[in-house]
């Protein structure tokens, strides 16, 4: 059974750091595209980063831009989040995701397996 964990989220405040962590089991994703949605209360889950099979290319979406970095552990079929600089809009459940692609899409109809998720909130 293929499961994609999400860890790492909690409470955090406005200008501090989190890392999040997702563990995939079940199957290697070494060729795969995995990626970062997260979604807020009220509002559709949207992409978030990206990384390629190799963590060669990186997406990310504007706002977090130079706040966030993505990169995994290939050998180990990790993948993380890094968060810096948090801010209040930050706040919302994170999702890791796993596509069938080598580089990342940013569509999540792209992504075949999802985490269960985990929740992220930055207070001001």
């Not at 970062?36 to 706002?63: C, D, H, M, N």
């Not at 968060?83 to 706040?91: A, K």
């Not at 109809?109 to 929740?119: A, K, L, P, V």
């Amino acid at each position: 059974q293929v499961r994609l964990v999400e860890s790492g989220g909690g409470l955090a405040q406005t200008g501090a750091s989190l890392r999040l962590s997702c563990a995939a089991t079940g199957r290697s994703f070494g060729r795969n595209a995995m990626g970062w949605f997260l979604q807020a209360p009220g509002k559709e889950r949207e992409f978030v980063a990206g990384i390629s099979y190799s963590g060669g290319v990186t997406e990310y979406i504007e706002s977090v831009k130079g706040r966030f970095i993505i990169f995994r552990d290939v050998p180990k079929n990790l993948l993380y989040l890094q968060m810096n600089s948090l801010q209040p809009e930050d706040t919302a459940i994170y999702y890791c995701a796993a596509s069938y692609l080598a580089v990342p899409p940013t569509n999540g109809r792209e992504y075949n397996y999802w985490g269960q998720g985990t929740q992220v909130t930055v207070s001001s």
